[in-house]
Every structure is written in structure tokens, then in C-alpha cells.
């Protein structure tokens, strides 16, 4: 494994079982965030939580289990009152990703990360899948790609 083919990605709980990875270079912050700062938007997909004072700018906070076809966060038993938000950037747009736990930040090698296959992922997170890896305790680890999930249609229309 070169030193060019690793790279860091923070690792985090997807659902009560998956594990999935977003590459450092999109993150540009991670918070945690009491659900009672966070403003509610009208007519906006279930997924879409509302917004989000950072920075005095606003951030629009999404549960991206929901986004992706898990149970919804704020459904589950376990709601805590403060939750981990994943800040992407990319060209200049930020998305904040609410996530149920996160876990590590990790050297993967890319070169390891096999190719998503429509057999492996469901409908709903396969646009957001750039491939995965094979932990060492032999499970499925997703690599989500943080462009993609920033581009979505379902932003593009109500952003």
C-alpha cells in the first residue's frame, strides 16, 4: 500500500449494524448539535430536518439514515438531545449530515475499495455509494460520496 493510495475518512453508525465512511477532504466540520436549535422547514422531504445556525450562516441539516432508507433518527427509541452533524462542503455548498454516532477517523487505502453493485445496496443509498471496504472484522463498510449526497436532486430543488 503507497502512501498516495491512503487516505482519511471519519467512520460512523449507519442503522443499528452498517458502518460507513465519508473522505476527511469533504468534511469541512463536525458539531454536535442540541435538536432544539434546529428550525423547521415546511414542505420540505421527511429527510430534511431544517435549518441550522453555523457560522451566522444557515446550514440545512439533514437525518441521512432517512435520506438513505434506514428507520428515521429522531424515530428510533434512543433520541438523544444532542446529535453528531457531519459538515460537507463542496464547491462552496455545505449540507449538514445528522448521524447517530460517529466512530473513528481512519487510513483506508483506496485502492482496496471494491465497486458497488446493485445486488449489494438498495435503491435509495445506491446514488450515494462510491464503493466499500472490507473491515478487519470482516464486515461492509460503505464509502459515501459526499459530492453526490451535496447534489442530490432532492437539494437542488429546494435549495
Not at 13 to 20: E, I, P, Q, V
Not at 40 to 63: A, T
Amino acid at each position: 500500500m503507497t502512501l498516495e493510495t491512503k487516505q482519511k475518512f471519519l467512520s460512523f453508525n449507519l442503522g443499528t449494524n452498517d458502518l460507513a465512511v465519508i473522505n476527511l477532504q469533504h468534511i469541512a466540520e463536525v458539531l454536535q448539535i442540541s435538536l432544539t436549535e434546529i428550525c423547521g422547514v415546511p414542505q420540505m422531504p421527511n429527510c430534511v430536518l431544517g435549518i441550522y445556525n453555523w457560522r451566522g450562516e444557515m446550514l440545512w441539516l439533514i437525518d441521512l439514515e432517512e435520506m438513505l432508507g434506514y428507520p428515521p433518527l429522531l424515530q428510533s427509541n434512543n433520541v438523544v438531545a444532542k446529535m453528531m452533524a457531519i459538515v460537507l462542503e463542496n464547491d462552496g455548498k455545505y449540507l449538514g449530515l445528522l448521524v447517530r454516532q460517529l466512530t473513528d477517523i481512519e487510513w483506508l487505502d483506496t485502492e482496496k475499495m471494491k465497486a458497488p453493485s446493485a445486488e449489494l445496496f438498495y435503491s435509495a443509498i445506491s446514488p450515494f455509494v462510491e464503493g466499500y471496504y472490507i473491515n478487519s472484522e470482516e464486515a461492509m463498510v460503505f464509502n459515501l460520496n459526499a459530492p453526490s449526497i451535496i447534489q442530490s436532486p432532492m437539494w437542488i430543488n429546494h435549495n
